[in-house]
T-cell receptor
Framework: EDKVVQSPLSLVVHEGDTVTLNCSYEVTNFRSLLWYKQEKKAPTFLFML????IEKKSGRLSSILDKKELFSILNITATQTGDSAVYLCAVVSNSGYALNFGKGTSLLVTP | GAVVSQHPSRVICKSGTSVKIECRSLDFQATTMFWYRQFPKQSLMLMATSNEGSKATYEQGVEKDKFLINHASLTLSTLTVTSAHPEDSSFYIC????????????FGPGTRLTVL
């Protein structure tokens, strides 16, 4: 059975800190890994990763995938209170298009 | 771009009634749409995958006769919760994908269903 494990489950940091969120997976016929940010409503798309070692960057957020060790990290630098959210990692296998989500990391950034 | 809307955002209904939730892709054609369910403090659980013009594919444990999905056009999918019961109360979220060349799904804002 496919598995997506995120760590830590929750995290509290001060504004300005840098955080690293982890996502490891066991998926048959892996195709892609996606990161989403979920605040009060539905998830918003952050990144999609398909190749190892290529960093994707958007402002203070960046992410990279390691297909050999089967994990991805999401980095947030100079955190702000608006970064407080649940960050979800999901993987897609070649068997279809469904997203298999991890349980998420709940990030709280305090002023 | 890639905006997905859902309607209604919140619905409260009596036990035994049916509720229809609409999911629309506003600025792109969605070959595939997905319906998820999310309980408090838990992650999203896929309920079903629907492709335009064909029957939905339901995940194991999801009753297809209870959760009716219709994907009549490339921009609209509907989920009907039939004979709703309090245990069906949840946050229902749809997502849409632009096509078979991408795995990126764009999510609607969700519908909070409360069954009394």
């Amino acid at each position: 059975e496919d598995k997506v494990v995120q760590s830590p489950l929750s995290l509290v940091v001060h504004e300005g800190d840098t955080v690293t969120l982890n996502c490891s997976y066991e998926v048959t016929n892996f195709r892609s890994l996606l990161w989403y940010k979920q605040e009060k409503k539905a998830p918003t798309f952050l990144f999609m990763l398909t190749s190892s070692g290529i960093e994707k960057k958007s402002g203070r957020l960046s992410s990279i995938l390691d297909k050999k060790e089967l994990f991805s990290i999401l980095n947030i630098t100079a955190t702000q209170t608006g970064d407080s959210a649940v960050y979800l990692c999901a993987v897609v296998s070649n068997s279809g298009y469904a997203l298999n989500f991890g349980k998420g990391t709940s990030l709280l950034v305090t002023p | 771009g890639a905006v997905v809307s859902q309607h209604p955002s919140r619905v409260i209904c009596k036990s035994g009634t049916s509720v229809k939730i609409e999911c629309r892709s506003l600025d792109f054609q969605a070959t595939t749409m997905f319906w998820y369910r999310q309980f408090p403090k838990q992650s999203l659980m896929l309920m079903a995958t629907s492709n335009e013009g064909s029957k939905a594919t339901y995940e194991q444990g999801v009753e297809k006769d209870k959760f009716l999905i219709n994907h009549a056009s490339l921009t609209l999918s509907t989920l009907t919760v039939t004979s709703a019961h309090p245990e069906d109360s949840s946050f229902y979220i749809c997502s849409a994908s632009e096509g078979t060349s991408t795995d990126t799904q764009y999510f609607g804002p969700g519908t909070r269903l409360t069954v009394l």
